[in-house]
């Protein structure tokens, strides 16, 4: 018996998981459910995150949380509850598998089995924003080699189990070269290690419309945060309804298991909605807690349903559907259907090695020989029509140690020395001291002297980046025209 944490949300979360749980208990899975409150009712009790204390010590104690969709109440001050669940149990990877169910679900892509495997808790959603000038607002995008290491192993680990045969890596390395560049070069790295797995990277922009146009080219896809996000709603909407979607978030120590889609207040207490997505993240979790007999069981007789045409509204269409129902109806057709395979359908069969916890892990570096051999300055300016060579000829006249202005950039474009006068700039400048070949490692105390000179020039520095080398390599991004 395994302890599991449920919560039933909002809307039709309440009802598509009373569908959920009860073909599980039905097919004999071995759970013993205790039971939260998260949502709209806690945020409005005063709870920011959603959740109660309570409920964190009931996760704390099961650490598998099987969540129904909730409402997050309009107005600011309430934090995403998702957010936060993924990053306080750190469930660093989001698991989506998007499957085709053709012709018993309409879709324009018959031939569909792909699983995304999105990076949960890094890049530009680690939320740290700062607006720095009147004009311009920034968001830190973080891409770390352990978060890296442990998803990109985690997609070829996946795979493994599944016996699946490709691994492909998105990314936008041909413009972020630093950050999506450590996730494509990791990805190279990992995939050696798995020379039976198929490997290939995608530039995200032509990789995304080939997904939306070819999907049946795709196997495992890995991809950062941001990307993931958005590509796995389009492959599970793809598929013929986003309502099909089912997704595991895991972590070392912690897994939760939820629909992918929301709680659909419209649709609420009417018994209409389709319990499908949290019980396909349901079944992720009995294979989870090493139960994938049952998980084999209900996924079989979930394909059988769909197969015999017993749909609930969203999938409901004349001529392919036989039976409309509604969302116990669908779980009593379910029920009825335990035992049996689908017989079009190719039925799922979880083998002993699909049991197993998948988890990536991530090696631990050598810390580089590292030297400072500049630093970027971020100036908010708006002074003399906004002309950079007004700008440069005040910073020429600082220098500490081997740190003197080399070039100032506009929204990362060279505007100083010899701009373009047709550059566009706004009233952020970032303003780079080095030596003329970036290669004289100097001190902090030369960025401190060097500010403490600008400061008292009457300037407003945002910020300051060091400039760095890590073993000799560059740390940093050339300026575009640099
Ligand atoms: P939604 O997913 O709730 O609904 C989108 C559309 O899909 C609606 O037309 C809805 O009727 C339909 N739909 C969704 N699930 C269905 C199902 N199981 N069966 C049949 N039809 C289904 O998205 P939304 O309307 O943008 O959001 C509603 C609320 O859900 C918001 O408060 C949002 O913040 C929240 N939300 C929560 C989660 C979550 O808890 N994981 C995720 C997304 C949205």
Known sequence: MTNITVAKGDGIGPEIMDATLKIMEAAGAEIKVETIDIGEKVYLQGHSSGMAPEAWESLRRTKVFLKAPITTPQGGGYKSLNVTTRKTLGLYANVRPCISYHPYVATKHPVMDVVIIRENEEDLYAGIEHQQTDEVTQCLKLITQPGTEKIIRFGFEYAKAYGRKKVTCFTKDNI???????????????????????????????????????????????????YGDILSDVAAQITGSVGLGGSANIGAE?????????????????????????????????????????????????????EDGVHTYDLFKEGVSTKKVGTSGFADAVIERLGQEPQQLAPIAYSAGTTHKIQGHFDKLEPAKKDLVGVDIFLH????????????DILSKFTSGPFSIQLITNRGVKVYPNGNPETFCTDHWRCRFTSKKMDQPSSYNDVLALSKMITEAGLDIIKTENLCRFNGELGFSLGQGQ
């Open 176 to 226: 972020m070269k630093l950050t999506d560049g450590l996730f494509h070069s990791t990805f190279d790295k990992v995939a050696k290690e798995y020379p039976d797995i198929e490997s290939e990277h995608w530039i995200v922009d032509i990789g995304a419309a080939k997904l939306a146009d070819t999907p049946e080219n795709f196997d495992v896809i890995v991809m950062p945060n941001l």
């Open 254 to 306: 912690y897994a939760m298991f939820e629909a992918i889609h929301g709680s659909a207040p419209r649709r609420a207490g009417q018994d209409m909605a389709n319990p499908s997505g949290l019980l396909l993240g349901a079944i992720q979790m009995l294979v989870y807690i090493g139960q994938p007999q049952v998980a084999q069981k209900i996924h079989n007789a979930w394909l059988r349903t769909m």
């Open 381 to 392: 300016w708006n002074g003399e029509d906004r002309d950079p060579n007004v700008l440069g």
